[in-house]
């Protein structure tokens, strides 16, 4: 599913989820709204350590099995970039759908994950993504009122385009590459081009996987990233990923633990200006 991972390495809720606050700038770190882990469907895994959205397709026995307190963030297809469609024709999307309308435990559909690189600018050939992100955002609209619709976009000079293409858009920045040291301009960069480009809301993905180019970050590293978030109007923060490239982030209790701080907001700023665990 994640595959523009993979080959980005090769080659180099609702509407009314809330009005964005600068709260954040002024030095006030509430815990994101949202809180999404990838890549596990197990909601029981997740909640512990603060998950409230859980990575779940459209299959209503399971998101109604979900624990008290979390709802499904529906993964419906991606967007193929070789063919310039999506993954699910509109059929497929309106009869999933359908049963799934009104459901209280679904918080919103996850329509798109990188589809920005099909733009021609950045090598791709599909230069009607855009509006066909649009469009299937539409479709869910109207097949779900009141649920959000969520895209993850990677290029910052792509976020004016996708701005208003789905309720919600995420934004990954990766900064810590294999056998090298992080990069620490590159979330304040993307931060940067979220404001320029007007995104009323959006969600942070934070780097916790290794895979292709990338490694896990060590716990400060990561620390460091939320940190960063923290100086954003994040509304809500996505976690790359419970499983990817044959690695668990189950085996990474330190990781985990600074992410669990991050979603019970019990980070404490002394020892995260030491570099330190909660």
Sequence with gaps: RLAHVSSRSARASSRSAGASSRSAQ??????????????????RRTRPDGYNLVDIGPYRSLIDALPAGQRALVWIGDYDISTCSFARPGTDIRLALTGLAGDRKVAGYYIADEAD????????????????????????????????????????????AFAKATDVLGADPYPCPRHRRCDWTQIPRYIAALRAAHVARYWGVLQAFSGGRWRY??????????????????????????????????????LRAVLRALNRGSIKPSLAAAGGLP
Excluded: K
């Excluded at 002024?26 to 909601?43: E, F």
């Excluded at 539409?138 to 792509?158: I, K, Q």
């Excluded at 960063?228 to 996505?238: C, M, R, V």
């Design 117 to 160: 690189d099909a733009l021609p600018a950045y090598g791709g050939h599909c230069p009607d993504v855009v509006a066909q992100i649009t469009a299937r955002s539409r479709l869910v609209h109207r097949l779900a009122p009141g649920a959000f619709t969520y895209e993850v976009v990677t290029e910052p000079g792509n976020f004016a």
């Design 26 to 43: 002024a030095g006030r770190r509430a815990v994101p709204h949202y809180r999404y882990m990838t890549d596990t469907s197990d909601g």
């Design 217 to 254: 970050p060590t716990a400060a590293e990561l620390l460091a990233m939320i940190r960063q978030w923290e100086h954003s109007d994040w509304q809500g923060e996505q976690t790359f990923a419970w499983t990817f490239a044959g690695h668990s982030l189950a085996r990474h209790p330190r």
